[in-house]
Structures are given as structure tokens and as C-alpha cells.
């Protein structure tokens, strides 16, 4: 049983770029996290969707940053125009229907995927 | 939410018992306590989560004071590779399926 698989993992763009971050559940996961940890920094939740639905943005940047999770495939995390700010380590992760509104509720990460800006 | 206080650093030797305290004295009823871990360059993984009993598992134990209001994250044999970043969470069924990360603890394991 593969766990949370999450490509590339290593992205190198340059400003103004477009980044794109695919990440898909675990096999059964409905739900998927995102996360941004930023270098010598905290793990900061970005947004949490399931299938087709956005629940919870709320530490989505406002601007140029999108994700999206389809009825089928992967879950996507977009950055437009990058710059170097956007420079971290993104991960998601996923979670099975039915405990999102538990406190028992358990996630499993990706290894995450790098996004370099240069 | 409720918030966590740990310390920001700490030293263990190696096949030595490690405690990582967790101070949360705003939990709520409903609150889990939940710990991850992140090693140096990969994503967070899970350990242990409990309520209000103590918590065993393969990876290591949970004790929850009985007010709730501190827990600790017992590693019976401490090795090289439990250097790592731990993050005691609390969780409640009112914030959704996410997790808010704090600070941690970084726990770093000598020879």
C-alpha cells in the first residue's frame, strides 16, 4: 500500500514561472493537506480540500497560489509567477473519509516536494 | 485553539529513555493530543495520539496527566535515528481535519 506520493520532488523555477505540485492520497484517503515550511521555519498549514471541494483555505496566500483536488487524479498546489519567497518545501498530506471532524483524526505526509526560485 | 508549550531543544543518549514534555493548559474537553515527528529533511510522521488514558504503541508511549493539562512522549531506547523534530498538537473535532504545528521540540541523540 503506497503511501502519500508527491512529485517532483525537487522543482527548480525562475521568477515569474509557474509551479505545479501533484500529490496523490493514499489509496482510500478522500481528503487532502497542504502544508508550506519555509526554510529554518514551522510547518504552516495552506489549504485542505477533498474530492472536488475546497474546505478550508485558509492559509492560502491570497494571490497566484491555487490547488485543486479533480473527481479523478491527483491533488494539485499551483504557484503563479513564482518569486524567490516562494522557495520552500510543500507537503501534503491525506486523511480517510468520515474522522476529518474527529479530534482522533490521523494524517499521513508526503516526503514533500522542494520548489526552488532562483 | 488551544496551544502547546514545549521545550525548543533537548539532548538524549543513545538506548537511553527519552521524556518530551507537553504543557497544554487551555485543552478542552474534546481535544486529542496528538505528536508527530519530523526527521532532518523528510516529511512529518505520525506517532502517538491519546485523550485521557495513557497510550502504548510500537513507536512509544503517550502519558496524559490526569487534569489533561500536560503530557509527556516517552522513547524507551532513544537511537540515532530519533533525532528529530516532535510536535505535540492538540486536536479537536471543531478545526476540521488540519493540524496546526508549533515550534516542536528538537531532539537530538548522541553515540
Known amino acids: 500500500n503506497a503511501g502519500v506520493m508527491q512529485n517532483p520532488r525537487h522543482l527548480v523555477r525562475r521568477r515569474g514561472q509557474e509551479a505545479r505540485l501533484r500529490c496523490s492520497p493514499m489509496k482510500g484517503h478522500s481528503h487532502v493537506y497542504w502544508y508550506r515550511q519555509l526554510p529554518e521555519e514551522g510547518l504552516k498549514f495552506m489549504v485542505y480540500l477533498q474530492k472536488e471541494n475546497i474546505i478550508d483555505e485558509s492559509g492560502m496566500p491570497k494571490e497566484r497560489f491555487s490547488a485543486e483536488f479533480p473527481k479523478e487524479g491527483p491533488s494539485i498546489l499551483r504557484i503563479q509567477q513564482v518569486v524567490r519567497g516562494d522557495s520552500a518545501a510543500y507537503f501534503c498530506a491525506s486523511s480517510p473519509p468520515g474522522q476529518a471532524n474527529s479530534g482522533a483524526n490521523v494524517l499521513t505526509f508526503g516526503a514533500g516536494s522542494r520548489l526552488t526560485v532562483l | 485553539d488551544a496551544k502547546t508549550t514545549q521545550p525548543n531543544s533537548m539532548e538524549s543518549n543513545e538506548e537511553e529513555p527519552v521524556h518530551l514534555p507537553c504543557n497544554h493548559s487551555?485543552?478542552?474537553?474534546?481535544?486529542?493530543i496528538h505528536w508527530y515527528r519530523q526527521l532532518p529533511s523528510q516529511g512529518p510522521e505520525y506517532v502517538i495520539h491519546?485523550?485521557?488514558s495513557n497510550v502504548n504503541n510500537r513507536m512509544a508511549s503517550l502519558a496524559i496527566a490526569e487534569d489533561r493539562k500536560s503530557s509527556t512522549l516517552i522513547l524507551h531506547r532513544a537511537t540515532l535515528r530519533d533525532a528529530a523534530v516532535y510536535y505535540c498538537i492538540l486536536k479537536g473535532g471543531n478545526q476540521g481535519g488540519k493540524l496546526i504545528f508549533g515550534q516542536g521540540t528538537e531532539l537530538s541523540v548522541k553515540p
Open positions: 487551555t485543552i478542552s474537553g474534546t481535544d486529542y
Open positions: 491519546g485523550l485521557t
